[in-house]
Protein backbone atom coordinates (compact mmCIF):
# COMPACT_ATOMS: atom_id res chain seq x y z
CA UNK A 1 0.00 0.00 0.00
CA UNK A 2 1.32 3.32 -0.83
CA UNK A 3 1.85 5.66 1.92
CA UNK A 4 -0.24 8.74 2.37
CA UNK A 5 1.32 12.19 2.62
CA UNK A 6 1.17 13.31 6.16
CA UNK A 7 -0.01 16.26 7.02
CA UNK A 8 3.88 16.98 8.51
CA UNK A 9 5.43 16.26 4.73
CA UNK A 10 2.19 18.55 3.32
CA UNK A 11 3.04 21.46 5.18
CA UNK A 12 6.89 21.36 4.72
CA UNK A 13 6.62 21.18 1.47
CA UNK A 14 5.32 24.56 1.70
CA UNK A 15 7.99 27.26 1.30
CA UNK A 16 9.19 30.50 3.76
CA UNK A 17 7.72 28.94 6.80
CA UNK A 18 9.18 30.78 9.07
CA UNK A 19 8.80 29.88 12.74
CA UNK A 20 6.37 31.00 14.95
CA UNK A 21 6.95 31.34 18.94
CA UNK A 22 3.88 31.09 21.00
CA UNK A 23 3.50 32.95 24.65
CA UNK A 24 0.92 31.68 26.78
CA UNK A 25 -0.02 32.57 30.07
CA UNK A 26 -2.23 33.91 32.86
CA UNK A 27 -1.35 34.95 36.07
CA UNK A 28 1.69 36.73 37.07
CA UNK A 29 2.56 36.23 33.28
CA UNK A 30 3.10 40.41 32.32
CA UNK A 31 6.54 40.27 34.43
CA UNK A 32 7.35 36.83 32.65
CA UNK A 33 6.47 38.05 29.41
CA UNK A 34 8.50 41.53 29.97
CA UNK A 35 11.55 39.29 31.13
CA UNK A 36 11.25 36.69 27.86
CA UNK A 37 11.31 40.30 25.46
CA UNK A 38 13.77 42.26 26.99
CA UNK A 39 16.44 39.58 26.22
CA UNK A 40 15.01 38.44 22.59
CA UNK A 41 17.11 39.65 19.63
CA UNK A 42 15.22 41.60 17.27
CA UNK A 43 16.53 40.11 13.88
CA UNK A 44 16.04 36.31 15.47
CA UNK A 45 13.67 35.36 11.94
CA UNK A 46 10.93 34.23 14.27
CA UNK A 47 8.03 35.92 14.49
CA UNK A 48 6.45 35.80 18.43
CA UNK A 49 2.44 35.61 19.81
CA UNK A 50 1.75 36.28 23.12
CA UNK A 51 -1.52 34.70 24.75
CA UNK A 52 -2.59 36.30 28.17
CA UNK A 53 -5.75 35.44 29.85
CA UNK A 54 -7.26 39.40 30.45
CA UNK A 55 -10.36 40.42 31.75
CA UNK A 56 -13.08 40.52 29.18
CA UNK A 57 -14.45 44.21 30.52
CA UNK A 58 -11.10 46.19 30.65
CA UNK A 59 -9.15 47.36 27.81
CA UNK A 60 -5.32 46.03 27.69
CA UNK A 61 -1.97 47.93 27.96
CA UNK A 62 0.15 44.71 27.53
CA UNK A 63 0.81 46.45 24.03
CA UNK A 64 1.33 49.08 25.45
CA UNK A 65 3.68 48.02 28.42
CA UNK A 66 5.73 45.18 26.26
CA UNK A 67 6.62 48.41 23.22
CA UNK A 68 8.82 49.85 26.18
CA UNK A 69 11.08 46.15 26.55
CA UNK A 70 11.85 45.26 22.72
CA UNK A 71 12.69 47.62 19.77
CA UNK A 72 10.62 44.94 17.65
CA UNK A 73 7.38 45.68 16.68
CA UNK A 74 4.05 44.80 19.50
CA UNK A 75 1.01 45.27 17.72
CA UNK A 76 -2.57 44.22 19.54
CA UNK A 77 -3.86 42.12 17.01
CA UNK A 78 -7.15 42.22 14.95
CA UNK A 79 -8.85 39.94 12.96
CA UNK A 80 -7.50 38.93 9.69
CA UNK A 81 -3.62 40.39 10.31
CA UNK A 82 -0.89 38.62 8.95
CA UNK A 83 2.21 37.52 10.87
CA UNK A 84 5.98 38.56 9.79
CA UNK A 85 9.08 37.75 10.84
CA UNK A 86 10.30 39.95 14.24
CA UNK A 87 7.07 41.31 15.17
CA UNK A 88 5.10 41.00 18.54
CA UNK A 89 1.74 40.42 18.40
CA UNK A 90 -1.12 40.18 21.81
CA UNK A 91 -4.29 38.99 21.64
CA UNK A 92 -6.72 41.14 22.47
CA UNK A 93 -9.28 40.67 25.74
CA UNK A 94 -12.01 38.88 25.51
CA UNK A 95 -10.96 36.60 22.33
CA UNK A 96 -9.81 33.52 21.14
CA UNK A 97 -7.28 33.45 18.39
CA UNK A 98 -6.02 30.52 15.68
CA UNK A 99 -3.01 30.94 13.23
CA UNK A 100 -4.23 29.91 9.44
CA UNK A 101 -2.36 30.05 6.40
CA UNK A 102 -0.06 32.95 8.22
CA UNK A 103 -3.00 34.72 9.14
CA UNK A 104 -4.20 34.98 12.39
CA UNK A 105 -8.17 34.72 13.43
CA UNK A 106 -10.14 36.20 16.53
CA UNK A 107 -13.23 34.91 17.75
CA UNK A 108 -15.30 35.11 21.17
CA UNK A 109 -14.14 33.42 23.58
CA UNK A 110 -15.65 30.72 24.98
CA UNK A 111 -15.05 28.23 28.38
CA UNK A 112 -14.19 24.28 28.18
CA UNK A 113 -15.20 22.95 31.87
CA UNK A 114 -15.42 26.70 33.72
CA UNK A 115 -11.66 26.96 31.77
CA UNK A 116 -10.76 29.52 29.28
CA UNK A 117 -8.25 27.08 26.88
CA UNK A 118 -7.28 30.13 24.70
CA UNK A 119 -3.74 28.82 24.79
CA UNK A 120 -4.30 25.50 24.05
CA UNK A 121 -6.76 26.77 20.97
CA UNK A 122 -3.60 28.82 19.60
CA UNK A 123 -1.07 26.07 20.25
CA UNK A 124 -3.47 23.85 18.07
CA UNK A 125 -3.82 26.02 15.43
CA UNK A 126 0.41 26.80 15.37
CA UNK A 127 1.18 23.10 15.71
CA UNK A 128 -1.11 22.53 12.18
CA UNK A 129 0.51 25.42 10.54
CA UNK A 130 4.13 25.38 11.01
CA UNK A 131 4.78 22.07 12.23
CA UNK A 132 8.42 21.86 13.34
CA UNK A 133 8.42 25.32 13.11
CA UNK A 134 5.75 25.89 15.98
CA UNK A 135 7.27 26.54 19.26
CA UNK A 136 5.42 27.09 22.32
CA UNK A 137 6.51 29.06 25.46
CA UNK A 138 4.18 28.80 28.49
CA UNK A 139 4.99 31.08 31.45
CA UNK A 140 3.52 32.17 35.22
CA UNK A 141 0.09 31.19 35.01
CA UNK A 142 -2.62 29.60 37.12
CA UNK A 143 -4.40 26.95 35.49
CA UNK A 144 -3.61 23.68 33.46
CA UNK A 145 -4.21 25.79 29.61
CA UNK A 146 -1.68 25.45 27.43
CA UNK A 147 -0.59 21.46 28.53
CA UNK A 148 -2.63 20.21 25.02
CA UNK A 149 -1.31 22.19 23.42
CA UNK A 150 2.39 21.96 24.17
CA UNK A 151 1.88 18.16 23.64
CA UNK A 152 0.38 18.61 19.90
CA UNK A 153 3.35 20.81 19.08
CA UNK A 154 5.68 18.32 20.50
CA UNK A 155 3.96 15.91 18.05
CA UNK A 156 4.10 18.06 15.09
CA UNK A 157 8.35 17.82 15.64
CA UNK A 158 8.25 21.36 17.72
CA UNK A 159 10.25 22.59 20.19
CA UNK A 160 8.38 23.36 23.79
CA UNK A 161 9.40 25.07 26.49
CA UNK A 162 7.97 26.02 30.15
CA UNK A 163 8.70 28.65 32.81
CA UNK A 164 10.74 27.06 35.65
CA UNK A 165 8.74 27.23 39.11
CA UNK A 166 11.10 28.87 40.74
CA UNK A 167 10.83 32.03 38.77
CA UNK A 168 7.17 31.83 38.34
CA UNK A 169 5.01 33.74 40.16
CA UNK A 170 1.80 31.51 39.68
CA UNK A 171 3.56 27.87 38.90
CA UNK A 172 0.66 25.61 38.16
CA UNK A 173 0.50 26.34 34.68
CA UNK A 174 3.88 25.94 33.66
CA UNK A 175 4.27 22.55 36.04
CA UNK A 176 1.27 21.17 34.39
CA UNK A 177 3.37 21.29 31.07
CA UNK A 178 5.89 19.49 32.53
CA UNK A 179 4.35 17.19 34.34
CA UNK A 180 2.68 16.39 30.73
CA UNK A 181 6.61 15.23 29.89
CA UNK A 182 6.26 16.99 26.46
CA UNK A 183 8.49 20.18 27.74
CA UNK A 184 12.12 19.89 26.25
CA UNK A 185 13.11 23.04 27.74
CA UNK A 186 12.49 24.43 31.75
CA UNK A 187 14.16 27.78 32.34
CA UNK A 188 13.72 31.09 33.10
CA UNK A 189 12.36 34.02 30.78
CA UNK A 190 15.65 35.47 30.01
CA UNK A 191 17.68 31.83 29.66
CA UNK A 192 14.05 31.22 27.01
CA UNK A 193 15.20 34.20 25.21
CA UNK A 194 18.45 32.82 25.04
CA UNK A 195 17.42 29.58 23.94
CA UNK A 196 15.25 30.81 21.33
CA UNK A 197 18.07 33.15 19.88
CA UNK A 198 20.36 29.73 19.76
CA UNK A 199 17.63 27.60 18.10
CA UNK A 200 16.87 30.81 15.46
CA UNK A 201 20.72 30.06 14.23
CA UNK A 202 20.35 26.20 13.27
CA UNK A 203 20.29 25.25 9.84
CA UNK A 204 16.65 23.46 10.05
CA UNK A 205 15.14 26.59 11.50
CA UNK A 206 16.69 28.96 9.22
CA UNK A 207 16.34 27.89 6.15
CA UNK A 208 13.31 28.03 4.12
CA UNK A 209 12.37 24.84 2.83
CA UNK A 210 12.95 22.43 6.12
CA UNK A 211 12.10 19.15 3.65
CA UNK A 212 14.83 19.79 1.33
CA UNK A 213 16.87 20.27 4.30
CA UNK A 214 15.96 16.95 5.98
CA UNK A 215 17.44 15.33 2.79
CA UNK A 216 20.29 17.07 3.11
CA UNK A 217 21.72 17.12 6.86
CA UNK A 218 20.49 13.67 7.26
CA UNK A 219 21.69 11.90 3.96
CA UNK A 220 24.34 10.42 5.64
CA UNK A 221 23.28 6.77 5.47
CA UNK A 222 25.76 4.75 7.83
CA UNK A 223 24.89 7.60 10.49
CA UNK A 224 21.27 6.87 10.42
CA UNK A 225 22.15 3.23 10.42
CA UNK A 226 24.51 3.46 13.58
CA UNK A 227 21.65 5.70 14.82
CA UNK A 228 18.71 2.59 14.13
CA UNK A 229 21.36 -0.12 15.98
CA UNK A 230 21.53 2.17 18.90
CA UNK A 231 17.74 2.37 18.76
CA UNK A 232 17.66 -1.34 18.60
CA UNK A 233 19.95 -2.60 20.79
CA UNK A 234 18.46 -0.37 23.55
CA UNK A 235 14.80 -1.11 23.14
CA UNK A 236 14.33 -3.95 20.52
CA UNK A 237 13.19 -1.95 18.26
CA UNK A 238 13.74 -2.14 14.64
CA UNK A 239 13.00 1.64 13.15
CA UNK A 240 14.13 0.85 9.46
CA UNK A 241 10.24 -0.29 9.33
CA UNK A 242 9.33 2.98 9.98
CA UNK A 243 8.70 6.30 7.74
CA UNK A 244 11.75 7.49 7.06
CA UNK A 245 10.66 10.76 6.20
CA UNK A 246 8.91 11.14 9.44
CA UNK A 247 11.84 9.44 12.12
CA UNK A 248 14.27 11.37 10.02
CA UNK A 249 12.70 14.84 10.92
CA UNK A 250 12.65 13.81 14.39
CA UNK A 251 16.06 13.11 14.96
CA UNK A 252 17.13 16.67 13.27
CA UNK A 253 14.40 17.88 15.72
CA UNK A 254 16.73 16.92 18.75
CA UNK A 255 20.08 17.73 16.75
CA UNK A 256 17.97 21.40 16.81
CA UNK A 257 17.81 21.16 20.76
CA UNK A 258 21.92 21.09 21.16
CA UNK A 259 22.43 23.15 18.78
CA UNK A 260 23.48 19.83 16.31
CA UNK A 261 24.45 21.06 12.70
CA UNK A 262 26.08 17.49 11.95
CA UNK A 263 24.74 14.15 11.72
CA UNK A 264 27.96 12.17 12.75
CA UNK A 265 28.26 14.65 15.76
CA UNK A 266 24.81 13.81 16.88
CA UNK A 267 25.65 10.41 16.40
CA UNK A 268 28.86 10.44 18.78
CA UNK A 269 26.40 12.52 21.21
CA UNK A 270 23.95 9.59 21.26
CA UNK A 271 27.25 7.45 21.79
CA UNK A 272 28.48 9.54 24.57
CA UNK A 273 24.86 9.83 26.48
CA UNK A 274 23.22 7.01 26.57
CA UNK A 275 20.24 8.83 28.19
CA UNK A 276 19.93 10.88 25.11
CA UNK A 277 19.28 7.16 23.07
CA UNK A 278 15.85 6.73 25.44
CA UNK A 279 14.71 10.75 25.05
CA UNK A 280 14.95 10.29 21.03
CA UNK A 281 13.42 6.72 21.51
CA UNK A 282 10.46 8.74 23.12
CA UNK A 283 10.33 11.58 20.51
CA UNK A 284 10.16 9.00 17.91
CA UNK A 285 6.87 7.64 19.76
CA UNK A 286 5.40 10.68 20.62
CA UNK A 287 1.33 10.39 18.78
CA UNK A 288 -1.19 13.09 19.11
CA UNK A 289 -4.08 11.45 21.32
CA UNK A 290 -7.20 12.60 23.00
CA UNK A 291 -10.81 11.78 24.06
CA UNK A 292 -13.35 10.96 21.34
CA UNK A 293 -10.85 12.46 18.44
CA UNK A 294 -13.00 13.17 15.53
CA UNK A 295 -16.35 12.88 17.23
CA UNK A 296 -18.35 11.87 14.42
CA UNK A 297 -16.35 8.20 13.99
CA UNK A 298 -17.73 7.44 17.37
CA UNK A 299 -21.10 8.36 16.28
CA UNK A 300 -20.43 6.31 13.03
CA UNK A 301 -19.42 3.43 15.29
CA UNK A 302 -22.45 3.44 17.09
CA UNK A 303 -24.92 3.76 13.79
CA UNK A 304 -22.97 1.54 11.61
CA UNK A 305 -20.65 -0.91 13.36
CA UNK A 306 -21.73 -2.01 17.29
CA UNK A 307 -25.87 -2.52 16.06
CA UNK A 308 -23.74 -5.92 13.81
CA UNK A 309 -20.95 -7.04 16.15
CA UNK A 310 -24.03 -6.77 19.02
CA UNK A 311 -26.51 -8.49 16.92
CA UNK A 312 -27.72 -12.14 17.76
CA UNK A 313 -24.57 -12.59 20.59
CA UNK A 314 -24.79 -14.41 23.33
CA UNK A 315 -23.98 -13.43 27.16
CA UNK A 316 -21.35 -16.27 26.73
CA UNK A 317 -19.36 -14.38 23.46
CA UNK A 318 -18.09 -11.23 24.65
CA UNK A 319 -17.78 -8.04 22.01
CA UNK A 320 -13.78 -8.17 21.67
CA UNK A 321 -12.39 -5.02 20.30
CA UNK A 322 -8.54 -4.37 19.63
CA UNK A 323 -7.48 -0.74 20.11
CA UNK A 324 -3.93 -0.76 18.28
CA UNK A 325 -1.66 2.15 18.55
CA UNK A 326 -3.99 3.24 21.80
CA UNK A 327 -0.88 5.64 23.38
CA UNK A 328 -1.86 6.92 26.68
CA UNK A 329 -5.81 5.46 27.00
CA UNK A 330 -7.81 7.91 25.54
CA UNK A 331 -8.70 5.74 22.41
CA UNK A 332 -9.45 3.04 24.06
CA UNK A 333 -11.83 4.04 27.11
CA UNK A 334 -13.75 6.58 24.64
CA UNK A 335 -14.86 3.25 22.54
CA UNK A 336 -15.44 1.44 25.46
CA UNK A 337 -17.33 4.70 26.62
CA UNK A 338 -19.44 4.71 23.79
CA UNK A 339 -19.96 1.35 23.13
CA UNK A 340 -21.13 1.19 26.73
CA UNK A 341 -24.23 4.12 25.62
CA UNK A 342 -24.61 2.03 23.20
CA UNK A 343 -25.63 -1.18 24.70
CA UNK A 344 -27.36 0.43 28.37
CA UNK A 345 -29.84 2.51 25.04
CA UNK A 346 -30.51 -0.68 23.25
CA UNK A 347 -31.34 -2.74 26.72
CA UNK A 348 -28.63 -4.68 25.74
CA UNK A 349 -26.40 -6.73 28.83
CA UNK A 350 -23.20 -8.36 26.63
CA UNK A 351 -19.43 -9.03 28.28
CA UNK A 352 -16.91 -6.59 26.65
CA UNK A 353 -13.17 -6.71 26.17
CA UNK A 354 -10.92 -4.02 25.24
CA UNK A 355 -7.75 -5.05 24.14
CA UNK A 356 -5.09 -1.82 24.08
CA UNK A 357 -1.67 -1.72 22.89
CA UNK A 358 1.07 0.19 22.16
CA UNK A 359 5.05 -0.06 22.15
CA UNK A 360 5.93 3.08 24.36
CA UNK A 361 5.59 1.50 27.61
CA UNK A 362 4.96 4.89 29.31
CA UNK A 363 2.32 5.66 27.53
CA UNK A 364 0.80 2.32 28.77
CA UNK A 365 1.34 2.59 32.11
CA UNK A 366 -0.44 5.90 32.04
CA UNK A 367 -3.13 4.83 30.46
CA UNK A 368 -3.57 1.73 33.25
CA UNK A 369 -4.12 4.41 35.78
CA UNK A 370 -6.65 6.23 33.89
CA UNK A 371 -5.92 9.64 35.30
CA UNK A 372 -6.27 12.75 33.20
CA UNK A 373 -6.36 16.53 34.10
CA UNK A 374 -8.98 18.52 33.30
CA UNK A 375 -7.20 20.28 30.29
CA UNK A 376 -7.00 16.85 28.64
CA UNK A 377 -10.95 16.11 29.30
CA UNK A 378 -12.00 18.96 27.24
CA UNK A 379 -14.12 17.08 24.60
CA UNK A 380 -15.44 14.55 27.19
CA UNK A 381 -19.06 16.11 27.74
CA UNK A 382 -20.30 17.21 31.38
CA UNK A 383 -22.74 13.80 31.11
CA UNK A 384 -19.80 11.70 30.52
CA UNK A 385 -17.44 13.29 32.98
CA UNK A 386 -20.06 12.57 35.97
CA UNK A 387 -20.88 8.93 34.81
CA UNK A 388 -18.04 7.69 33.76
CA UNK A 389 -14.81 9.54 35.85
CA UNK A 390 -14.08 10.10 39.37
CA UNK A 391 -12.30 13.72 40.80
CA UNK A 392 -9.31 12.89 42.04
CA UNK A 393 -6.50 15.14 43.05
CA UNK A 394 -5.23 17.27 39.95
CA UNK A 395 -7.93 16.17 37.82
CA UNK A 396 -10.27 12.80 37.00
CA UNK A 397 -9.85 9.12 37.10
CA UNK A 398 -11.55 6.44 34.50
CA UNK A 399 -14.03 4.97 36.72
CA UNK A 400 -12.96 1.20 38.05
CA UNK A 401 -16.17 -0.20 36.11
CA UNK A 402 -14.38 1.10 32.66
CA UNK A 403 -11.09 0.66 33.56
CA UNK A 404 -11.88 -3.12 34.17
CA UNK A 405 -12.63 -3.50 30.97
CA UNK A 406 -10.14 -2.53 29.28
CA UNK A 407 -6.83 -4.88 29.15
CA UNK A 408 -3.65 -2.44 28.32
CA UNK A 409 -0.18 -4.48 26.99
CA UNK A 410 3.06 -3.38 25.57
CA UNK A 411 2.98 -4.85 21.81
CA UNK A 412 5.22 -4.21 18.97
CA UNK A 413 2.75 -4.55 15.91
CA UNK A 414 5.12 -5.60 13.48
CA UNK A 415 6.79 -8.66 15.22
CA UNK A 416 4.25 -9.49 18.66
CA UNK A 417 1.52 -11.98 18.10
CA UNK A 418 -1.92 -10.33 16.92
CA UNK A 419 -5.23 -10.63 19.40
CA UNK A 420 -7.78 -13.19 17.57
CA UNK A 421 -11.79 -13.29 17.31
CA UNK A 422 -12.14 -9.85 17.29
CA UNK A 423 -15.48 -7.86 16.27
CA UNK A 424 -13.70 -4.74 15.65
CA UNK A 425 -10.09 -3.10 15.23
CA UNK A 426 -9.57 0.53 15.46
CA UNK A 427 -5.83 1.55 14.36
CA UNK A 428 -6.26 5.44 13.87
CA UNK A 429 -3.22 7.29 12.73
CA UNK A 430 -0.61 4.55 13.01
CA UNK A 431 -0.14 3.27 9.35
CA UNK A 432 1.10 7.32 8.97
CA UNK A 433 4.61 6.38 10.28
CA UNK A 434 4.83 2.96 8.84
CA UNK A 435 6.84 2.13 5.45
CA UNK A 436 4.16 0.64 3.02
CA UNK A 437 5.67 -3.17 2.92
CA UNK A 438 4.96 -2.75 6.63
CA UNK A 439 1.59 -1.42 5.96
CA UNK A 440 0.87 -3.72 4.17
CA UNK A 441 1.53 -6.15 6.63
CA UNK A 442 0.00 -4.93 9.03
CA UNK A 443 -3.59 -5.01 7.29
CA UNK A 444 -3.05 -8.97 6.40
CA UNK A 445 -2.39 -9.30 10.52
CA UNK A 446 -5.65 -6.98 10.93
CA UNK A 447 -7.83 -9.28 8.29
CA UNK A 448 -6.41 -12.67 9.77
CA UNK A 449 -7.36 -11.58 13.81
CA UNK A 450 -11.20 -10.40 12.30
CA UNK A 451 -14.12 -12.27 12.71
CA UNK A 452 -16.07 -13.38 9.46
CA UNK A 453 -18.38 -9.99 10.12
CA UNK A 454 -15.16 -8.27 12.51
CA UNK A 455 -14.62 -4.54 11.09
CA UNK A 456 -11.36 -2.12 10.67
CA UNK A 457 -11.12 1.50 11.50
CA UNK A 458 -8.51 3.49 10.58
CA UNK A 459 -7.60 7.10 10.85
CA UNK A 460 -9.05 9.89 8.63
CA UNK A 461 -5.94 10.19 6.43
CA UNK A 462 -5.40 6.73 6.24
CA UNK A 463 -6.71 3.77 3.23
CA UNK A 464 -6.72 0.38 2.51
CA UNK A 465 -5.94 -0.44 -0.84
CA UNK A 466 -6.46 -4.11 -1.04
CA UNK A 467 -9.38 -5.05 -2.39
CA UNK A 468 -9.28 -8.28 -1.98
CA UNK A 469 -8.96 -7.76 2.44
CA UNK A 470 -11.33 -5.63 3.25
CA UNK A 471 -14.58 -3.43 1.72
CA UNK A 472 -15.08 0.16 2.54
CA UNK A 473 -18.68 0.97 4.63
CA UNK A 474 -18.12 4.16 6.00
CA UNK A 475 -15.85 6.33 3.44
CA UNK A 476 -15.41 9.98 5.76
CA UNK A 477 -14.89 7.90 8.65
CA UNK A 478 -12.38 5.15 6.99
CA UNK A 479 -14.49 2.02 8.14
CA UNK A 480 -14.00 -1.06 6.53
CA UNK A 481 -15.89 -4.70 6.79
CA UNK A 482 -13.96 -8.03 6.67
CA UNK A 483 -13.43 -9.74 3.32
CA UNK A 484 -13.58 -13.40 3.36
CA UNK A 485 -10.28 -13.80 0.77
CA UNK A 486 -8.38 -16.79 0.09
CA UNK A 487 -5.06 -14.33 -0.77
CA UNK A 488 -4.27 -13.72 3.14
CA UNK A 489 -1.12 -15.39 3.82
CA UNK A 490 -0.70 -14.15 7.24
CA UNK A 491 0.97 -16.88 9.59
CA UNK A 492 1.07 -16.05 13.45
CA UNK A 493 5.28 -17.20 13.20
CA UNK A 494 5.96 -14.60 11.08
CA UNK A 495 9.36 -12.65 10.69
CA UNK A 496 10.40 -9.36 9.15
Known sequence: MASQPSNEEQQDNQNELFPIVAIGASAGGLEAFTQLLSHLPIDSGMAFVLIQHLSPNQKSLLTEILSRTTKMPVIEVHDGMSVERNHVYVIPPNTKMIISQGVLKLMPREKSHGINMTVD???????????????????SGGDSDGTRGVETIKAAGGITFAQCEDTAKVSSMPNTAVA???????LPPQAIAQELAKISCHPYIKRPTPLKLVEELLEGEDAIATIFHQLRDATGVDFNHYNQTILRKRILRRMVLYKIERLEDYVRYLQENPEEVSALYQDLLVALTCF??????????????????????TPESPIRIWVAGCSTGEEAYSITICLLEYLEDQGIYLPIKIFATDLNEVAIEKARIGIYKPSQLADVSPERLKRFFVPVEGGYQISKSVRELCIFAKQNLISDPPFSKLDLITCRNVLTYLGSHVQKKLLSIF??????????????????SDNNLFTLVGRKYKIYSRKMSTQNNFRLGFTL
Do not use: C, Q
Open 121 to 139: AFFFSLAEERRSRAIAVVL
Open 180 to 186: SGYVDFI
Open 292 to 313: FRDPKSFEALKSKVFPIIAKAR
Open 447 to 464: HYSLNSTGFLMLGTSETV
